[in-house]
């Protein structure tokens, strides 16, 4: 039996996410746990995750188009004790087991839920994914190379495996024609060298500071590095990355490295509350606009099993969890977060709930996200870089407008206008982000076209402040002399006047 009390609370807050979310319809049911005609038609028993796909596969084939999407919220009256906790999947859908007398216990974690689900605020993104060609790149580096202890991987395989599911999530919406690749170094080192001017510092001294700084914990029996140490990872590591720009994008670089064998295996260890060192869940960490590293330590089977080959082959189910870490440190770079149960609320198990990951590593759900923030993101950058244009060009008469600069601002325009279209009356927010993405690389590419730079940085007053030290010297002289020379012509001009009043005068 349906609560009247609870459906009416749960029909305004449904009121309150539509009036701010157009595209969004959320569609809340109840469900007996017993077979269906939609258990049935999916061939489950009961409710569960396979329950939820199906029905989420049977309602995308329905739909003729994805411009609005439906969250499903099912409350179940199981036959045994409800659990109060809400099961959050990698779709547009969520549940809970809830009797009636639990009914009103729910409201507020689904309100939690709702608001997580819809209105969680992104982190600060660490790359710019508008631009067109971006680049990430993988490398494996072996820090100290030698039999037995000599890595190679096949970077097909482990895209193929890992990294393609959740980029191909955010193809053609979130990322445009980017690119992969790849690279194995050797001799190399995460800790950065101490700056000194003696050029006589050479590998033998820095492998003496490097024993410094990698420490070992003897009740653990694992050396570590502290975080600390970690801070100049960019500035000061020596070996080499990947430098390549196209179209001045900067690539996104992650790391694989494999300490020396003498320091297996290594773990990274950050200061807590109370100053102590505690040993972090995952040896990664991430740069903020360059990406991310992760310790790989061999296991000691794998190591013994290959003691005398001169390269070994990682397969890619070896590397599992490592790239589990890498694509949550993708995530963490495009804004979404990687624990949403870490600040639900602490009342028992009440407005507590479990979420779900889609196997890509990227929820359909934080997907639409993206979406909208992004579009948001978008409108706003592409409304700046035509106001910063318009200003440069009534500041400078003379910048030039060619006929490629007035097309592509002609063209951002449009598609700006497109993504209007497409948001307030289609409500198509796959259009939508895909015009304000288009618009975006157009208006950054006409604010910065090379046509524009020389004009707006060489202005007649920046050229005369620049030129003026070298030329101003000789004009000097230049100017003496012709003002010696309008002095004398003055002087003899004033004599020959003053003879000519007293010849004047004289004939009177």
């Given at each position: 039996?349906?609560?009247?009390?609870?459906?009416?609370?749960?029909?305004?807050?449904?009121?309150?996410?539509?009036?701010?979310?157009?595209?969004?319809?959320?569609?809340?049911?109840?469900?007996?746990?017993?077979?269906?005609?939609?258990?049935?038609?999916?061939?489950?028993?009961?409710?569960?995750?396979?329950?939820?796909?199906?029905?989420?596969?049977?309602?995308?084939?329905?739909?003729?188009?994805?411009?609005?999407?439906?969250?499903?919220?099912?409350?179940?009256?199981?036959?045994?004790?409800?659990?109060?906790?809400?099961?959050?999947?990698?779709?547009?859908?969520?549940?809970?087991?809830?009797?009636?007398?639990?009914?009103?216990?729910?409201?507020?974690?689904?309100?939690?839920?709702?608001?997580?689900?819809?209105?969680?605020?992104?982190?600060?993104?660490?790359?710019?994914?508008?631009?067109?060609?971006?680049?990430?790149?993988?490398?494996?580096?072996?820090?100290?190379?030698?039999?037995?202890?000599?890595?190679?991987?096949?970077?097909?395989?482990?895209?193929?495996?890992?990294?393609?599911?959740?980029?191909?999530?955010?193809?053609?919406?979130?990322?445009?024609?980017?690119?992969?690749?790849?690279?194995?170094?050797?001799?190399?080192?995460?800790?950065?060298?101490?700056?000194?001017?003696?050029?006589?510092?050479?590998?033998?001294?820095?492998?003496?500071?490097?024993?410094?700084?990698?420490?070992?914990?003897?009740?653990?029996?694992?050396?570590?590095?502290?975080?600390?140490?970690?801070?100049?990872?960019?500035?000061g590591t020596d070996w080499n990355r990947i430098s390549s720009l196209v179209n001045d994008v900067s690539p996104v670089q992650f790391m694989v490295y494999i300490p020396p064998k003498k320091y297996l295996p290594l773990h990274i260890k950050s200061a807590a509350v109370n100053d102590s060192l505690v040993r972090s869940q995952y040896?990664?960490?991430?740069?903020?606009?360059?990406?991310?590293?992760?310790?790989?330590?061999?296991?000691?089977?794998?190591?013994?099993?290959?003691?005398?080959?001169?390269?070994?082959?990682?397969?890619?189910?070896?590397?599992?969890?490592?790239?589990?870490?890498?694509?949550?440190?993708?995530?963490?770079?495009?804004?979404?977060?990687?624990?949403?149960?870490?600040?639900?609320?602490?009342?028992?198990?009440?407005?507590?709930?479990?979420?779900?990951?889609?196997?890509?590593?990227?929820?359909?759900?934080?997907?639409?996200?993206?979406?909208?923030?992004?579009?948001?993101?978008?409108?706003?950058?592409?409304?700046?870089?035509?106001?910063?244009?318009?200003?440069?060009?009534?500041?400078?008469?003379?910048?030039?407008?060619?006929?490629?600069?007035?097309?592509?601002?002609?063209?951002?325009?449009?598609?700006?206008?497109?993504?209007?279209?497409?948001?307030?009356?289609?409500?198509?927010?796959?259009?939508?982000?895909?015009?304000?993405?288009?618009?975006?690389?157009?208006?950054?590419?006409?604010?910065?076209?090379?046509?524009?730079?020389?004009?707006?940085?060489?202005?007649?007053?920046?050229?005369?402040?620049?030129?003026?030290?070298?030329?101003?010297?000789?004009?000097?002289?230049?100017?003496?002399?012709?003002?010696?020379?309008?002095?004398?012509?003055?002087?003899?001009?004033?004599?020959?006047?003053?003879?000519?009043?007293?010849?004047?005068?004289?004939?009177?």
């Open positions: 039996m349906v609560h009247e009390q609870a459906t009416e609370r749960i029909k305004q807050q449904h009121q309150a996410h539509e009036h701010r979310h157009g595209e969004i319809e959320i569609h809340i049911t109840r469900e007996q746990y017993t077979n269906t005609k939609q258990l049935q038609q999916c061939q489950v028993s009961h409710f569960d995750m396979s329950y939820v796909a199906c029905l989420q596969k049977m309602r995308s084939t329905e739909q003729t188009s994805s411009t609005r999407y439906i969250y499903d919220f099912y409350f179940i009256e199981p036959a045994s004790k409800s659990a109060l906790q809400w099961i959050v999947s990698p779709y547009r859908s969520a549940w809970v087991y809830a009797t009636e007398q639990s009914m009103k216990y729910s409201m507020d974690a689904f309100h939690n839920v709702l608001n997580r689900m819809l209105y969680t605020p992104l982190q600060p993104s660490h790359i710019d994914i508008g631009v067109k060609d971006q680049i990430f790149s993988f490398t494996l580096l072996n820090s100290e190379p030698e039999r037995g202890h000599n890595y190679e991987w096949n970077m097909h395989d482990i895209h193929a495996a890992y990294l393609s599911p959740f980029f191909h999530r955010v193809a053609n919406l979130l990322l445009y024609a980017y690119h992969i690749d790849s690279q194995i170094l050797h001799y190399g080192y995460i800790l950065s060298p101490p700056p000194t001017d003696d050029i006589h510092v050479d590998q033998t001294d820095f492998n003496t500071v490097v024993a410094k700084y990698i420490r070992k914990d003897e009740a653990g029996n694992y050396f570590y590095v502290t975080n600390k140490e970690l801070q100049t990872f960019v500035g040896d990664a960490f991430i740069v903020p606009r360059f990406g991310g590293c992760v310790v790989y330590n061999p296991s000691p089977a794998l190591m013994e099993a290959n003691a005398k080959k001169r390269r070994i082959k990682l397969q890619t189910t070896e590397l599992s969890d490592t790239f589990n870490v890498i694509v949550s440190q993708l995530r963490s770079m495009f804004g979404l977060r990687n624990d949403y149960s870490s600040d639900d609320d602490d009342d028992g198990d009440v407005g507590q709930a479990k979420y779900l990951m889609h196997d890509s590593g990227i929820n359909d759900w934080e997907l639409d996200l993206l979406i909208r923030e992004y579009i948001v993101h978008d409108l706003h950058t592409v409304e700046i870089a035509l106001m910063n244009i318009y200003a440069m060009i009534e500041k400078v008469s003379q910048l030039p407008i060619n006929q490629e600069v007035a097309t592509l601002i002609s063209d951002a325009v449009y598609a700006f206008d497109e993504a209007l279209f497409a948001c307030n009356r289609d409500q198509d927010f796959n259009a939508c982000i895909q015009w304000t993405r288009h618009s975006n690389y157009l208006a950054k590419k006409a604010e910065y076209h090379p046509s524009m730079l020389p004009v707006l940085y060489f202005s007649p007053e920046f050229t005369y402040a620049v030129y003026s030290p070298y030329f101003l010297p000789g004009y000097i002289p230049i100017v003496a002399a012709v003002i010696k020379k309008l002095k004398a012509k003055f002087k003899a001009w004033k004599e020959k006047r003053n003879i000519q009043l007293d010849a004047v005068k004289k004939n009177q």
